[in-house]
RNA sequence: GCCGGAGUGGCGGAAUUGGUAUACGCGCACGACUCAAAAUCGUGUGUCGCAAGACUUAUGGGUUCAAGUCCCAUCUCCGGCACCA
């Protein structure tokens, strides 16, 4: 047998002299290449590297690598998404400083990243933490503040009771808990600092039509920003008021027999002296503000409210007066926080005002159920009868004077947080207590470190004097700071832009330069960023772009969600279960080349499937190495024409399925060959096409096999093989026949041959022959796919 | 409830987009090498059947010369949204 494959030798030998040799950095953009900046998401720094992490980003490396041979100038960072929580945590617990403990582990990670041997432009990275980035993060802070897109108000918030600090809408998973700490969300009322995302609704959704996407990803985008197309009517209460409500059934109109108000709407409390029943409203309203919104959309379906006695409404097509409810099935956070109350057409009118005994009306035909919340024919509608709902919208908001509206589910983007470690916001409010941004020349606003981690609840900036002291040197007397730093996805909303002009002083990433690599071609990442970073970031651009800072409104081109690697049980990798697999062991016992390949193997890349983890699967891998470094021994003086014919197969078939992220079966192609070369023999060049073949996937052991024949070169900056278009027509195929349209086997014949021709061969053969009993009554035949006899069978 | 996606061997998964279902890998069985084991190599491996053969891509229908692939209905799993007017 051949010499021992010595993975840890052959990977740490090249790594070294891939990066003494920097052959990875990427240089001034070259015109005469064509660019593909290649994006995977930045990591928190935690501290080890997991195996999602090799997931992420040693399988995207065999794309970057394959486009690299293809003569592309290729873009593929890596950076530190390194604010956050947990050091914060850390230093709660053990007394650590965060930014000490911050930078150890970025670059204990940096090692680790070695480890995987990828081809990252290490020049130019970025990291969250950096003042020199951070001041840009607040700058820009700075230029939507001025613009309004950053503004303080006043509302609901959630809070995180184990993070200590407001979280946004985002943050908080279906279930009610938050994304982080899994502790349940409590609503509050609270001051915040916000970012407009909703002004940006419209162009977020709509702009999604044109990008090169899966489907699902844009549609989970559409449902988060849950736009609803439909109309805010008015109606006029007794007490004066002008009551607007939204509705996207204004065809329904003339049955708007009650009206409702969420509890906390203003016209409630407004005109309290004038609502007879004001205790028990009182009543309700308060035991409303007590359920948290959990508890109050999970009610079951039991319906509650109050009329308000002594108020009536308008309704603007019938000039009836109709009661007024307050209900909190309807939320002030959504529309107006009012409805026009439809029994006979919606669901949850049609519960509500059965139980209060409310007058119900039908105004679309068809059916004799109640409700019936489908489009249809109008009825009992006046002049508008016979006309279809969809018209009849139109109709009657014109004729009431009603206005086209959308409205939205999504919230804006709640920024600030009441923790230390993250990017201090760039605000200083004057002895009025107003907020002024802090000018340019004083950024970056660095973060202080003279706090006191202990969670009190209030910001620990606060507790900071030299953050007051330098605030009043700066501003003067009475001049406070602001105490809250920011979301870490507002860093993560432009980093992207960093990369490729990370040294920039004077601006955060110019213009010339985000020509030159801009867009994304192609963005990789996990599913759960969906309806978070991929959403923030692309509002983010946009925001850029309305300030011409940018002139890209969307940043990626092409998106990949990934699924996640599990445990060798199937379950997610936890440690409390046991299953967790360290990538660091599996690398020293069976190399970098085997992990990074397996886990391409498993399944395709770019579907959010989760694959198990298999450890005999592995060791597949690992033997298909061994085997290939001991290819050299089946090198003979000339290939065989089916050899060749092989090679030409492989190679289309190897391009195409990197260009399509199925690695998966691209190393099923290059397993197939293998097979076939151990058994055949293979000429010098076609081994050299082998080796680059596979380069991408294993660069470490194609690089020490490259190497025996070419001592001064780098594999990796080989060409690509090409597929050899001169290779003629297979002089003989199979052809599948089917007799009756079941398979019954197989012939060989010429692939140019005729119809009759293949059908005497048929006739001919001792096997099918005795099958074909009985008058053919038609044959069907593709050449090179299959022929189909058609007999005429008595019955 | 609404909107997506998916159901193929013992397992991960293939299938030129309507043309030999189960490629490739794992696992398993047998054999070779070995005192023995591991490793390695070879052979076999969808199900039933001694065989000829029949059946088989969640289930039931349909279209077609031909269906894993297209159409209709049903079931199950995964993800997103959900008292959103």
Redesign the pocket.
């Known amino acids: 047998?051949h010499k021992k494959f010595d993975h840890e030798a052959i990977e740490k030998k090249w790594q070294k002299t891939w990066k003494e040799n920097s052959i990875y950095d990427v240089s001034e953009r070259d015109i005469a290449k064509e660019k593909e900046f290649v994006l995977v998401e930045w990591p928190y720094p935690s501290g080890n590297l997991h195996i999602g992490h090799w997931f992420a980003f040693a399988v995207v490396d065999i794309y970057v690598r394959a486009r690299r041979m293809q003569g592309k100038q290729v873009l593929f960072p890596i950076g530190f998404d390194a604010f956050g929580l947990p050091a914060e945590n850390a230093a709660i617990k053990h007394g650590l400083d965060p930014k000490a403990w911050t930078e150890s582990n970025i670059a204990f990670m940096k090692t680790q990243l070695e480890s995987m041997g990828n081809a990252f432009s290490w020049n130019m990275t970025a990291s969250s933490i950096d003042p020199l980035y951070y001041k840009w993060t607040q700058w820009m802070f700075t230029e939507f503040f001025k613009k309004d897109i950053a503004y303080r108000g006043e509302g609901s918030v959630n809070w995180c009771p184990g993070c200590n600090t407001v979280i946004a809408n985002e943050q908080v998973?279906?279930d009610g808990t938050c994304e982080r700490s899994g502790d349940v969300i409590e609503k509050r009322q609270m001051e915040q600092w916000m970012l407009r995302i909703t002004q940006y609704a419209d162009r977020l959704i709509d702009d999604l039509d044109a990008l090169d996407w899966p489907?699902?990803i844009k549609?989970?985008q559409r449902?988060?920003i849950?736009r609803?197309k439909?109309a805010e009517i008015s109606f006029t209460l007794s007490t004066g008021d002008t009551l607007n409500?939204?509705?996207?059934?204004a065809d329904t109109l003339f049955a708007a027999t009650y009206v409702v108000l969420?509890p906390e709407h203003e016209l409630v409390a407004k005109n309290k002296t004038l609502i007879q029943n004001w205790s028990e409203v009182e009543n309700y309203i308060r035991e409303a503000s007590q359920k948290d919104?959990i508890i109050?959309?999970?009610?079951e379906?039991?319906?509650?409210g109050v009329k308000l006695e002594g108020i009536t409404a308008t309704n603007p097509a019938t000039g009836k007066q109709i009661p007024v409810y307050i209900a909190?099935?309807?939320?002030?956070?959504?529309?107006?926080?009012?409805?026009?109350a439809?029994p006979a057409h919606?669901e949850?009118d049609f519960?509500f005002a059965t139980k209060y005994n409310i007058e119900i009306q039908q105004v679309i035909s068809g059916t004799e159920q109640l409700p019936f919340a489908h489009h249809g024919v109008l009825m009992n509608s006046a002049e508008f009868n016979g006309m279809d709902s969809e018209e009849a919208k139109g109709a009657i908001i014109t004729k009431i004077g009603g206005t086209l509206r959308s409205?939205y589910?999504l919230r804006d983007w709640s920024i600030g947080r009441q923790r230390y470690w993250g990017v201090p916001i760039p605000i200083v409010y004057d002895p009025e207590g107003k907020p002024h941004s802090i000018p340019k020349e004083h950024l970056p606003w660095h973060l202080p470190t003279d706090v006191d981690f202990t969670p009190t609840g209030e910001p620990p900036l606060a507790k900071s004097a030299e953050l007051k002291e330098r605030v009043e040197r700066i501003f003067g007397k009475g001049w406070t700071p602001e105490v809250e730093t920011m979301d870490t996805f507002v860093d993560s909303s432009w980093y992207f832009l960093r990369y490729f002009d990370n040294s920039n002083n004077v601006e955060f990433s110019s213009l010339v330069k985000q020509k030159d690599w801009m867009p994304i071609d192609i963005y990789f990442g996990g599913?759960e960023h969906?309806?978070m970073h991929l959403l923030y970031s692309r509002f983010w651009q946009k925001a850029l772009l309305d300030l011409g800072l940018t002139t890209f409104s969307e940043p990626y081109k092409r998106r990949i969600n990934r699924g996640l690697v599990l445990g060798p049980d199937g379950n997610k990798m936890s440690k409390s279960k046991g299953n967790v697999i360290d990538p660091d062991i599996q690398v020293r016992s069976l190399g970098a080349d085997t992990v990074k390949m397996y886990l391409a193997?498993?399944?395709?890349y770019g579907?959010?499937?989760?694959?198990?983890w298999?450890m005999?699967?592995i060791?597949?891998?690992r033997?298909?190495l061994?085997?290939v470094y001991g290819l050299s021994e089946h090198v003979i003086s000339a290939d065989s024409a089916e050899t060749e014919q092989l090679f030409t197969k492989t190679i289309v078939k190897v391009s195409a399925d990197i260009s399509a992220y199925?690695f998966?079966?691209a190393?099923?192609a290059l397993?197939?060959l293998l097979?076939h070369i151990?058994?055949h023999g293979v000429s010098n060049a076609s081994y050299e096409i082998f080796l680059r073949l596979l380069a991408p996937f294993a660069p470490h052991l194609t690089e020490e096999l490259w190497s025996v024949q070419y001592k001064d070169t780098t594999i990796h900056e080989s060409a690509w093989p090409t597929p050899n278009t001169l290779l003629p027509d297979e002089e003989v195929i199979?052809l599948?026949v089917?007799i009756?349209?079941?398979?019954r086997g197989?012939v060989l014949v010429s692939p140019r041959a005729t119809e009759q021709e293949v059908v005497a061969i048929i006739q001919n053969d001792h096997v099918l022959k005795s099958k074909l009993e009985g008058e053919i009554v038609?044959v069907?035949y593709?050449p090179k796919?299959?022929i189909?006899i058609?007999l005429h069978t008595p019955p």
Do not use: C, H
């Open positions: 047998m998973l279906g489907e699902p549609e989970a449902q988060w849950g609803s439909g409500v939204f509705t996207t059934r969420a919104d109050r959309t999970k009610a379906k039991e319906k509650t909190d099935y309807v939320l002030k956070s959504y529309g107006t926080g009012a409805i026009m439809v919606d949850r519960a409205t589910r599913a969906t309806t193997f498993m399944g395709p579907e959010t499937t989760n694959y198990p298999d005999g699967g060791a597949g891998i033997r298909f061994e085997r199925k998966n079966t190393i099923s397993m197939i097979n151990e058994k199979t599948s089917q009756n349209g079941k398979m197989t038609k069907i593709v796919r299959i189909n058609i």
